[in-house]
């Protein structure tokens, strides 16, 4: 089931035992000046991303559909007779196709091991990962997100610990609306690694308020703390779609918005370092208390010295009132809401759709035109004679019905041909129909659209991979992400999964797949395995986000299919080729130490030689 959490319940918005609140101090007018820079930076936030969410909110109106500019809406409405506003979404396909690749990829995240990690812990971190993901339906929050980048150029993920339905906490893994998300508009890394601060808000009722924050229940009362500035920003670009000029607080819908505002902040303080690898972590509690359950060998390799560090604070305000300001307590040192980036260069970052609006745009008005001409021109009325021609009101009622005998006096009516149709505006429509595909480089043949110029199988496979290409750069930021997002949930793990919690899921899920790589492990290690949970959980081991497909079946049928093939060569007594076993191994969800162990054993066997214990043949590398 999914992990749906009370906002009270959150990491977040949990109060800190060791907090020590500055307007309990009595310093409120250092509180109004903290608050006061908080707002300062939300709103500069707000005015150097305005132009960009002007354009994103277009673009997603764009996809559903909404492409006409409200200044050619009123035009032509004035326009008597009225022309035809007609809609062709090209765009929404584009989007669809792209959202559809990665739906069928369903990729998963992978963990590898680096840094004192093996491979078996490596493979029960990704067992938690995927029962992780799987309470969070992370491939729908996954899917949502990328739908964002693709449309507007910016996605965002937020990782928390939600205690509700579990004491030891959960992890949760959100797709944040773009419009909703502030960030430091310094920051130039596409990974948002050099942003300073991030904020996030979420909007409650006054009743919610108190019951979120009761020691503020005084202060919390409308008519008074809502007089105050509100800020003049639109609603609707901000992700709220009740609202109409809001940003703090909003009178029409009675809701404030309560913010997380995290930033970095550099301060001394106690790390252990590794004298082995220089490795060194925040000297907490918890750190404290894995150091000492260490063999005394381990304990050894550790020092603690005094150094400045960067250490991550959240803020949580609504309106003036400063809620709390205390040290993140989520178990890693970076901001929590992770950026995923479409396409940037110089200036905003943007999806495919900003550069189709113009091409859709040309082909809906040069449908209109060719309508409107075609419309006006089915009846363009006649010349007739005053007095010696037919009846006036007869023409009028009569002159373009079908059967009718229309009677004249002695000059016959003449009708008045229409200006034929212009071929530039079938010529228009087709332009922008063939710019919409050159642009998104979402060709014919990835669309299942026949193309006459590609008639051959090889001609069409080589146009599908050409679009898949050219949209590879959308793919790959969005592993750039993952792997951000990825080692957050990993040190979630380590934190709020103790052995017997860790042992119990794994055990369930290898259960499901009794075939599957995990229950091999758990089976071939079962006196191991309270080892491999500790090595896993241990906070100085280190691990390597990848993905990998979660289609295991794509893979079967590619051994099954070198099965048949190994088969037929058994089958005839002869032996099977070398290369058709390695292609074998290669298939398998092995590391790439064991794959090349294996290789390199079957070609000694070959060959007729011994294999050199411990490792590949003489030289270091497999004889392949």
Not at 460 to 484: M, T
């Amino acid at each position: 089931m999914p992990v749906n959490t009370d906002p009270r319940n959150l990491a977040s918005l949990q109060r800190s035992r060791k907090r020590k609140s500055k307007s309990d101090q009595g310093e409120q007018a250092d509180v109004e000046q903290f608050v006061s820079k908080l707002r300062t930076d939300i709103d500069g936030a707000w005015r150097a991303t305005a132009n960009w969410r002007e354009t994103a909110l277009d673009c997603f109106n764009f996809v559903e559909g909404k492409q006409w500019e409200d200044k050619d809406v009123e035009y032509i409405k004035k326009e008597s007779p009225t022309r035809p506003i007609m809609t062709f979404n090209d765009v929404l396909p584009i989007v669809r196709i792209l959202s559809g690749i990665e739906r069928q990829a369903r990729e998963d995240f992978k963990i590898l091991p680096r840094q004192g990690a093996d491979t078996d812990s490596a493979q029960m971190m990704s067992e938690l990962f995927r029962f992780v993901s799987d309470a969070n339906l992370w491939f729908y929050q996954r899917i949502r997100k990328s739908n964002d980048v693709n449309i507007a150029g910016k996605g965002y993920v937020k990782v928390d610990i939600s205690y509700e339905k579990n004491v030891l906490g959960d992890v949760l893994m959100r797709r944040k609306s773009p419009f909703e998300v502030f960030e430091d508009p310094l920051a130039d890394e596409w990974d948002g690694s050099d942003r300073r601060w991030c904020a996030d808000g979420i909007w409650v009722t006054e009743d919610e308020a108190k019951e979120l924050w009761p020691e503020f229940e005084d202060q919390i009362t409308f008519g008074e703390w809502l007089s105050s500035d509100t800020g003049r920003m639109p609603a609707h670009l901000l992700g709220d779609t009740l609202g109409d000029i809001s940003q703090y607080i909003d009178k029409q819908t009675k809701r404030v918005r309560i913010f997380d505002y995290w930033y970095k902040k550099r301060e001394v303080v106690t790390v252990a370092v590794n004298y082995l690898d220089g490795e060194s972590y925040p000297a907490t509690d918890d750190w404290l208390a894995k150091i000492q359950q260490m063999p005394p060998e381990e304990q050894a390799k550790w020092k603690y010295i005094r150094r400045p560090a960067t250490t991550v604070r959240v803020a949580t305000f609504m309106n003036w009132i400063l809620l709390q300001d205390k040290e993140s307590p989520l178990p890693f040192c970076e901001l929590p809401i992770t950026r995923y980036m479409g396409l940037q260069y110089l200036g905003d970052p943007f999806g495919i759709v900003k550069d189709l609006r113009d091409p859709a745009r040309l082909k809906n008005k040069s449908v209109s035109q060719a309508l409107n001409h075609l419309n006006r021109s089915a009846n363009s009325g006649w010349m007739n004679h005053a007095t010696r021609g037919a009846d006036s009101g007869m023409l009028e009622k009569f002159g373009s019905a079908p059967g009718v005998v229309v009677n004249y006096r002695e000059i016959e009516p003449k009708e008045i041909q229409p200006a034929p149709l212009s071929t530039g505006h079938v010529t228009l429509v087709q332009f922008g129909a063939d710019q919409i595909k050159a642009t998104s480089l979402v060709n014919a043949e990835l669309q299942g659209v026949q193309h006459s110029n590609a008639v051959s199988g090889k001609a069409i496979q080589a146009r599908q991979q050409g679009g898949l290409v050219g949209n590879e750069d959308l793919f790959d930021n969005g592993l750039l992400g993952d792997k951000i997002v990825g080692g957050q949930v990993i040190e979630c793990i380590k934190a709020i999964f103790p052995p017997e919690r860790v042992q119990e899921i794994v055990e369930n899920l290898s259960a499901r797949n009794a075939q599957g790589v995990s229950a091999m492990m758990i089976q071939h290690n079962q006196a191991q395995l309270p080892t491999i949970i500790e090595t896993m959980l241990r906070s100085d081991y280190d691990y390597v986000v990848d993905r990998a497909s979660a289609m295991s079946s794509i893979r079967q049928q590619d051994l099954a299919d070198l099965r048949d093939i190994a088969k037929q060569f058994t089958d005839a007594g002869a032996p099977v080729p070398l290369a058709l076993i390695r292609e074998g191994i290669n298939k398998m969800d092995i590391s790439e130490e064991a794959r090349g162990e294996m290789i390199a054993e079957i070609t000694m066997m070959r060959q007729g030689g011994m294999m050199p214990p411990g490792g590949p043949a003489a030289g270091g590398k497999p004889m392949v």
